[in-house]
Every structure is written in C-alpha cells, then in structure tokens.
C-alpha cells in the first residue's frame, strides 16, 4: 500500500516530554521531566464513590452526551469560577478533553495557514505544537518576572497584525513565574486595541505559594465578559483531582464558544460523558476545595526542598527563580552548554529532565531546562538531584 499523507503531517512534531517519558519507564530512573501531579495524593476513594454514584443511577449514565458536556457540570463549575470574578453561564463554556483540546479547538476555528500568533518567550510545548500544526507563524515576545514586556508586545502587535496570543499569565508553564496586575491590563488594553484575541490558558492557577493574601486575578475576570470579550479562557481538572479524567472546560464569548462546540462535534463528538458525571459528583459530596488546599501545601513543600537542594549545588553560571504557583523551575545554565546533550548524560544516570528548546517559538534557549518537583516524594527528589548534580558536573567549570 502506497500511503499518500497530508502535507499537514510535516507539521506536527512530537512532544518533547513524551518522548522523554519513553525513555523513563525503567523504574530505576528518576523523572522531572513531565508535568505530572502527585500520584499518592489523588482523591482515589472519593473519585470512585462518585463513579458508583453515577453508575447507580442508571444505564443513561452510560449514553451520548451533549457536545457542550454534561448540564450539571457545567453549571458546577461557573459557580466554582464566582470566585475568580468569572461570571458566565454555562452557555458560554464547553467541556473539553482537558484544556489541551480547548487550545486545539480555538486554533481549529480561528487560524488559517500564515496566521501569525504572539508567544511568551518562553511558553507551553504543547500549543506550539498545535499551533503549528495548523501552519500558524509563531512569533515570540519578550517577557520578564512580570510578564509580557508591553512595549515589545505593543511593536509586534503593529509589525505583525497576529490574530491570536496566547499566554499563561498565572504560574506559566515553564518558568512558573505570575504576571503584575499592571501587565495583565496593559496586555488586555493593547491586545482589544488591536483586535487580537486572547487565549488565556490557566492549568495552574489553584497551585499558588507564598502569602495567601496575594491574588493573580484572570484576564478574563478582568476584561468585559462574557459577550464581546476579547479573552477565551481555558482550565483543567488535570492538576487538581486526577489528569486521566482529562476533563477541562473553555469559557468565552458565546459565539465562539459555540463555533468551538461545531468543531468538537467534528473533533470527538463530545467528551466522556462517564468521567463529567462523576466530578460533577466529586464536586457535590466531596470537599474539592479542602483537597486542592492540601495538594497546595504539599506542592509548596516539595517545591522548598527543590529550592533547597538548588542553593545547595551553587552550580556555576546557573539561574533559577523561586516559582511563585504551578509545578516547575526553570534553570538556564551558560551559553555554552546544550540541554540536549546533558539529557543523554543524565539518562545514562537514571534522572531526566526537559531540555528548554521545546519551550521557545524561535529554537533559542539550548542552554535552559525545566524540572518538575510536585511528582517525586522527597527522597526520590533527594537521590534525582545527587544524580542530577552528577550530570552537571560533567559540563560546568568549577
């Protein structure tokens, strides 16, 4: 059989993290390469008496679903949002399978080929992919601990005309830094200004540290919405209650939302029916907020131990900063050194991590890295970073 692919094929590429992943199912390594939540903390009785529940109701909890997800859930969750200074009916959200889907939705129905879309630098791995994946030109903006540079955004915005820019102001994925209140309207003000949409991208923002007193509210919550919003904000249960759940949810202006929920029927019909029947039971009869404020206090702890054990190594040429929420540290090591070639040293010691290039629209940051510290207990995070240590020794001069 001669197979006769897309063009569109050359344009997906494989996920830096899952390849990684591959590499460390030996249980001899130790991971902080991927994103992943704290196994022993997921809410495992509570998720399966809600399933009972669900199955006790009938065969009809087994049935097609609505597109749009399951009415009950929805409405859950837009009065869960209240308290983000969200107000939105569920008219004005779908239930996605998890908020990577929303961010391929969204791109589904609002960029054509040449398109170009603004960036962090850097950003997320996996919406690049996708971005890409539908032949987006990606252009990189500068930002800093306070978020997207304005004035650097305010140039590309009238250089490049981009229809959408994506971002993740709460805890970003990779460098888990939090914008200013100042960058957030100042972003909102150029971006509706230019008639460029925002997709607001949020896994993380339950996981805060540090004083409690302090809030990072979303651009959703603070620009007009629902109707006429120039934010379409997306979340996840993935990193609250259980990833394999893979239920998120998107929210914006009710006609996108709705050409979103055309292209879900095209994508997948709807998203398990099963798995949103049974956190709409977990958000019932289970204290989903006292669960999330544990998983909090036992991240920020394993996220000092990491602290820790970093001022600990006082690698040479190395910066890192103390993530204000979310799961990662980012390092960017001396120019010299490439990531890439480190990783295969440190997998030949049992530990991984994410090299930084998958990060950057542009290909830059060879020289950074991610690691994830909410995964391993604390001894396992003890002996990885011994290793770890060992594999940087091999290329820093002391």
């Known amino acids: 059989m001669n197979y006769q692919f897309s063009k569109r094929l050359d344009t997906f590429s494989s996920s830096a993290v899952r390849e990684i992943l591959k590499l460390t199912q030996k249980k001899s390594i130790i991971s902080f390469a991927g994103g992943l939540p704290a196994e022993e903390h997921f809410p495992v009785a509570a998720i399966g008496e809600a399933f009972e529940r669900v199955l006790a109701a009938g065969n009809k909890a087994l049935q097609y679903g609505l597109t749009e997800g399951y009415l009950p859930l929805r409405e859950s969750i837009c009065k869960w949002m209240g308290r983000k200074g969200i107000t939105v009916t569920p008219d004005d959200m779908l239930l996605t399978t998890g908020s990577q889907q929303a961010i391929d939705l969204l791109a589904r129905i609002y960029i054509d080929a040449g398109d170009v879309i603004l960036v962090e630098k850097p950003t997320y791995l996996s919406a690049l992919q996708v971005f ?12 800093d601990e306070n978020g997207m540079v304005l004035d650097d955004l305010e140039a590309k915005l009238k250089e490049y005309k981009p229809k959408l820019v994506y971002v993740i102001p709460t805890f970003s994925n990779p460098t888990g830094k939090a914008w200013s209140l100042e960058r957030r309207h100042g972003v909102i003000k150029l971006c509706r200004a230019s008639d460029a949409l925002i997709l607001e991208d949020d896994p993380y923002g339950e996981l805060k540290f540090g004083d409690a007193s302090v809030t990072y509210p979303s651009l959703f919550s603070l620009d007009q919405h629902p109707k006429g919003s120039c934010v379409v904000y997306t979340s996840t249960f993935s990193k609250t209650v259980a990833p394999a759940l893979r239920t998120g949810w998107v929210m914006g202006d009710p006609d996108l939302i709705r050409h979103m929920a055309r292209a879900k029927q095209a994508a997948d019909l709807h998203s398990s029916s099963l ?7 977990l958000m019932e009869h289970f204290d989903l907020d006292g669960h999330i404020e544990f998983v909090r206090k036992e991240y920020e702890s394993r996220m000092r131990q990491m602290a820790d054990l970093l001022h600990e190594q006082q690698w040479p040429g190395v910066v890192w900063n103390e993530p204000k929420g979310g799961m990662f540290f980012w390092l960017e090591l001396p120019k010299s050194i490439d990531t890439g070639d480190l990783l295969k040293t440190a997998v030949d010691l049992d530990v991984a991590f994410v090299p930084g290039v998958s990060f950057f ?9 991610r690691l994830n510290f909410t995964h ?13 240590n060992q594999a940087m020794e091999s290329v820093l001069v002391k």
């Open 132 to 143: 890409r994946s539908y032949g987006a030109k990606l252009v990189s903006v500068d930002a």
């Open 376 to 388: 391993n207990d604390f001894e396992r995070t003890i002996i990885g970073m011994k290793r770890l």
């Open 275 to 281: 798995d949103q029947q049974t956190l709409y039971q």
């Open 361 to 369: 629209a542009d290909s830059s940051g060879t020289n950074t890295m």
